[in-house]
């Protein structure tokens, strides 16, 4: 059973699932959270894990029901493994970008519409759903592909004009589908996950639903990839049984990274969450003194799917950090919401955090290759960069995991000007990354000219209820 984060109202999975967002504004969290010997997943293969952890928190349904939709979404990734870790000296890259659309959200987003369509099934709802989502650059994409064969279902995808890769957008503007619609926001993505979240509050009328990482059925899929990383390293004897390790994630939302926490609760000996922010430093701020204040300046960085200042997830990590205080944490969110800000003294002392500038996102990704000929894309430079500064100032030499969130391939120009080459032009700065680093390019990598829908702000609500209406009469 599910519960919002300002309320103790309690909704079974399918329910929890299918809402999104809860019905009070918060986001839905788990009544309690499972406990899990890793030991019993230790001769499992990545769909047979995940299967076993999704079930653990939607036990609604049958273990077989989860395992046929993992093994059917997963197909779609190009190893089977799904995930991979590439060993560096003392840290490990977890490349999550082996899927449809080179990022890591593939992970959750090929999950999601189908734990949607059991839920469907499980409440016998009929109706029409919108997917109502926002997205920074990664996740809208991911979505219209885990979204496109799904019955009953349409998808409406918010995006930042201007605040996201060329590689991004293509993805995005060049899908083809009846139930889709794909918008550019004339303002910053927190406008537009501001705009899904009052939407949401403004139109309870509506069958609406979410694909960010605010839906609990988003954040679950990942909780695997943190379990499946030590039992990699477990047993190809790169730690010892019990060893305990530190996972060091780029973080915009807080969605990646709070999967983390919830796999050290649930058993996972996990030591350090390290917390890397780019030059909107507004978490690193946060873990270091306590102050969320998203009252400064937005930058568009060459790391932009972390250009966000309203990290969404953090309002589950403050709910624990209240000691699952309901009412303290609408009122901290509520104080965001009117001020801009909000005083929290956190009380987890595994979380470090480290914020890095664009120019040396660029130099990390130079020395990474020189040193280990290996290329890696800006979000995950700034990660690795976090993780030197975290070695330097703790002194922690345990194994690390550097959680790699996409592919290069989804960002050739930064990767190229790491290297001192300009291309001006975003697709063709695929084919040169491919000649000058000699690496296939994915099949995926194939788009259309991009043909945007441009919307003010300001005009969105109008033009959104006017798309979901038109979904809803099909």
């Known amino acids: 059973m599910f519960h919002s984060t300002r309320g103790k109202k309690l909704v079974s999975s399918p329910q929890a699932i299918l809402n999104g967002l809860a019905d009070d504004g918060g986001l839905y969290v788990i009544d309690k ?12 293969d990545y769909q047979t894990m995940a299967a076993k952890i999704l079930n653990s928190f939607f036990n609604e349904f049958t273990f077989e029901e989860i395992k046929r939709e993992i093994d059917e979404a997963y197909s779609s990734f ?80 918010l995006y930042p004009h201007g605040g996201v890769s060329p590689v991004q957008e293509a993805q995005m503007c060049s899908f083809k589908g009846d ?6 926001i004339l303002g910053n993505f927190d406008d537009c996950q501001s705009f899904v979240k009052d939407f949401f509050n403004e139109h309870k009328d509506l069958s609406l639903s979410s694909a960010n990482s605010i839906n609990i059925a988003r954040l679950a899929p990942q909780v695997v ?68 204040d998203k009252k400064r300046p937005f930058f568009k960085t060459n790391s932009p799917s972390m250009d966000i200042l309203i990290s969404s997830n953090l309002e589950r990590y403050v709910y624990y950090g209240t000691n699952e205080d309901e009412a303290k944490t609408k009122e901290l969110m509520e104080s965001l919401k009117n001020n801009g800000e909000y005083d929290f003294n956190n009380p987890f002392d595994f979380f470090y955090a480290y914020s890095c500038d664009e120019e040396n996102t660029l130099k990390v990704i130079k020395e990474v290759y020189d040193n280990y000929n290996y290329l890696i894309d800006p979000h995950t430079a700034v990660a690795y960069s976090a993780y030197k500064e ?31 080459i300009n291309e001006p032009d975003a697709l063709k700065a695929i084919n040169v990354l491919s000649e000058t680093f000699n690496i296939e390019i994915p099949k995926v990598l194939n788009y259309p000219a991009v043909d945007r829908t441009i919307v003010d702000i300001k005009d969105a609500k109008e033009y959104v209820e006017e798309v979901i209406k038109c979904f809803s009469s099909k």
Request: charged fraction near 20%; charge should be neutral.
């Open 33 to 44: 959270l499972p406990k899990l010997d890793y030991h019993d997943l230790l001769n499992d």
């Open 390 to 420: 975290y070695v330097k100032e703790t002194n922690d030499n345990s194994k690390t995991v550097v959680v790699s969130t996409a592919s290069p391939y989804k960002f050739p120009q930064a990767v190229l000007e790491a290297f001192n």
């Open 78 to 157: 190009d190893i089977k493994e799904v995930v991979e870790l590439k060993e560096c000296d003392n840290s490990y890259f977890l490349e999550l970008f082996h899927g449809p659309t080179l990022a890591f959200k593939d992970l959750a987003l090929v999950v999601l519409p189908r734990l949607m369509k059991l839920s469907k099934q499980k409440l016998g709802y009929e109706k029409n759903i919108t997917i109502l989502t926002a997205t920074s650059g990664d996740t809208g994409g991911a979505a219209l592909n885990g979204f496109k064969s799904i019955d009953g279902v349409s998808i409406v995808v």
């Open 225 to 292: 990839y943190y379990f499946y990383s030590y039992l990699n390293l477990l047993k190809n004897n790169k730690i010892k049984d019990g060893e305990k390790i530190n996972f060091d994630v780029p973080t915009g939302n807080f969605g990646n990274i709070f999967a983390g926490f919830y796999a050290k609760n649930m058993g996972l000996p996990i030591q350090n969450l390290i917390c890397a922010s780019n030059k909107n430093n507004v978490l690193t701020d946060f873990f270091l003194n306590g102050k969320y």
């Open 179 to 184: 139930n889709a619609k794909v918008l550019a």
